[in-house]
């Protein structure tokens, strides 16, 4: 029946966009493993690379258009169990702020120490919190720098090895800023100041003293350095590694294995934008002034300790003897909330900083429905809760077409004994059976392809609402109810171990949980919805698919799952409805009785 056929055709489909997510999509259980892999393996890594090497060497400088930023690759990593020992090798300025805390590493007043307050490794609220930054001795050494490049009449300028001094407060807040200084032989004063935000945002303003006797030209400089990176690379549905949106070229991605293939990646000039390092839920990046024109610059380096680098070297500033300059450059480092990330591209005017979260190629998609599931948040205090509210809202936005489709399947059920006469009719002559259905569906007013378009609307959707789930921090550890306690991740419950009952660890494909299997139900049922095709393989793919989306989507993000079981239910509610108003006959019931019916013999 063409119906059938149609809507069997959409299930392929369908079948199809899954298998490729979960082949060339990392799946959601990784995550639940990756944080406590990545440090223990980084360490390992990193500890073997730099065996033998010189603490503090210095790695041979890369020169650029304007000079050359210094890129200390810094010398043999410690292990992560000395953290504390590290950050104690040299003086520091303590950051306490409402979303913050660490410290600035007088060394080269760098950004190396940093944990976000808001935010632990696990659902755990006991566990320990994210450790954003890093000092340069850990394996996992990532921090951000700000400094300047000299020549000869300049002397010794700022760099990675200077010493800072401090004045008046020692520590950093949103209320009380922390100004360093350091002077030179040649008659220059470099005054800096450092404020921080209640959220995420450092503001570093560099003013330069010109005390000697002649003009001075030198380079400032920023760059955000990682000498790690991500124990499980990211997916196609994710960009983590090298970011920015400068010049001409507008947005700039560059991941862990390109850059390492590509070694550097220089842009044109530009005189606005940013640029640096993102996680999946975390970042840090550099806003230079608008002031300066500056060259930015992506790169990964191999001498000493591997490492990433995102950097960018303003043009000459120069200043004449008796006079000074004032240079400014934003620093983030923190959570990418989406709400504070817009913000701070509008209040800030940072060009396209909203793209420091990886919306996709279909952000018009996927950005209202995070708008809508977190406005609804807001009303409910569950995102459980807003997603199916969210459901309920699209099912109600594509009603007229999801009625019209139902009606279209409905008439056809009533045009069955039609069309199987046609059939019978013109056995032997397929065109003029073709030519025939066409003529029923022309009289009957009838689509034939209308039965897909259910099923085919979920599929933008369903994608849409995987990468909200998938790439907002908003959705990272969201609970729902009961044993749900991260809609991020999947189902952590099993029917291979009566649910927890059996105290057994069971491999991926064996973790079928509640919703999952409240999803294949669903989904059955709703199949059940339709006559049975009276082909036999028609008729096992109509049984067998159920179960295969439910060992598919039991790895699939619980947020998803529920998704699809509510929208589920709904749909079975709603054909119901329009089939009854319809007059044609709802075939669940006599479905399910001749499912479990016992098959005659064929002697019988």
Known sequence: MENNRNFFITIALSVLILTLWQVFYMNPRVEAQREAAKVEQQRVEEQKK??????????????????????????????????????????????????????????GARLDDLKLKHYTETVDKNSPEISLLNPQALPTGYFAEIGFVGNEKTGAVPGAETVWSVDGNPTLTPSTPVTLTYTNDRGLTFKRTISVDDNYMFTVSDTVQNSGSSAVSLFNYGRVTRYDKPAVASTYVLHEGLIGFTGTEGLQEHKYASIEKDKQVTPGKSTDGWLGITDKYWAVTLVPSEKQPFQPRFAFFEDGRHRYQSDFLTDPINIDAGQSA??????????????????????????????????????????????????????????????????????????????????????????????????????????????????????????????????????????????VLYITIEMRHAPFFGWIQDLAAPDPTSIFNLFGLVPITLPH????????????????????????????????????????????????????????????????????????????????????????????????
């Open 50 to 107: 730099t065996t033998g090497a010189n603490p503090g060497a210095s790695g041979t400088p890369t020169p650029t258009p304007q000079g050359t930023i210094p890129n200390t690759s810094g010398g043999e990593a410690v292990t992560a169990a000395s953290r504390d020992q590290a950050l104690t090798a040299s003086k520091r300025v303590k950051i306490d702020t409402p979303s913050l805390e660490g410290s600035i590493n007088l060394v």
């Open 509 to 604: 494909m064996l973790m079928i949980g509640v919703w999952p299997l409240i999803m294949g139900v669903t989904m059955f049922l709703q199949m059940r919805m339709n006559p049975t095709p009276p082909d036999p393989t028609q008729a096992a793919i109509f049984t067998w698919m159920p179960v295969i989306f439910t060992f598919m989507m039991a790895g699939f993000p619980a947020g998803l799952v529920i998704y699809w079981a509510w929208n589920n239910t709904l749909s079975i509610l709603q054909q119901g409805v329009i089939m009854k108003r319809q007059g044609a006959k709802i075939e669940l019931w006599d479905n399910l009785v001749a499912l479990f019916r016992k098959k005659p013999s064929p002697a019988e």
């Open 326 to 467: 004032t240079v400014e450059t934003a620093v983030f480092a923190g959570a990418k909330e989406v709400a504070k990330i817009n913000a701070y591209a509008e209040d800030r005017h940072i060009k396209r900083f909203d793209l420091l979260i990886d919306w996709g190629w279909f952000h018009f998609i996927t950005k209202p429905m995070f708008w809508l599931i977190d406005t609804l948040y807001k009303f409910l205090g569950n995102f459980g809760l807003a997603i199916l509210a969210t459901t309920v809202i699209v099912k109600a936005i594509f009603f007229p077409l999801a009625n019209k489709s139902y009606a279209s399947m409905a008439n056809m059920k009533k045009v069955q004994p039609k069309m199987l006469e046609i059939r019978e009719k013109y056995a032997d002559d397929k065109m003029k059976q073709q030519q025939a259905m066409m003529e029923l569906y022309k009289t009957e007013k009838i689509n034939p392809l209308a039965g897909c378009w259910p099923v085919a609307l979920q599929i933008p959707v369903f994608f849409s609402l995987y990468k």
